[in-house]
């Protein structure tokens, strides 16, 4: 994919929607709950359509891993796709029950190559690029909080996409 930002106007539920069934499988075969609550009123984002799945599948699949590692009983463990809409801005949370990020780790989350899995299973590379791709539609990436065996949340911040008077994407 390239990073040049090709945007087009996207229903960012439809596309979080989408990521989340891309991974459906993964998340049913290991007992994990995948919980899709859309509140935003509004959530048009002017988007590179697959750029903005990688991104999102990238921090589903990392939850899913942290999950994972924290070994609940089955049902226990949950991974949570949100939106709310904030002013002119969508809000994307993916919230997860896992092991959590040590404060330690936190502040090295989105340096290029830091991986805290084993290099089997992770290069580095996913935070920093789903990063560049949100940050290339004028929206950012970041680590709300991290209260291990409690709540991880990671945020995406996108502007919505702004109608004009004749009622098209300016």
Known sequence: TSTNGSRKKISAHETLHEAANILADLFNNNKIR?????????????CD????????????????QAVLEARYKSGE?????????QG??????????????????????????FTTKSPESG???????????????SGDLFLVESKPGIK?????????????KKGSAA
């Open 77 to 85: 463990g949950w991974v949570r796709l949100s939106t709310q809409t």
């Open 123 to 137: 290069t580095g590379l996913g935070l920093s690029i789903s990063r560049r791709f949100i940050r290339a539609f």
């Open 34 to 46: 995948l919980i899709e609550e859309y509140s935003a009123t509004k959530a048009d984002v002017l």
């Open 152 to 164: 991880t949340c990671f945020r995406i911040e996108l502007p919505l996409a702004v109608e004009d």
């Open 88 to 113: 002119d801005k969508l809000l994307i949370d993916i919230s997860d029950n896992g092991i959590g990020i040590s404060p330690a780790n936190q502040t090295k989350l989105f340096e290029h190559q």
């Open 49 to 64: 359509r697959d750029e903005l799945i990688q991104a999102l599948t990238t921090l589903l699949r990392n939850s899913l």
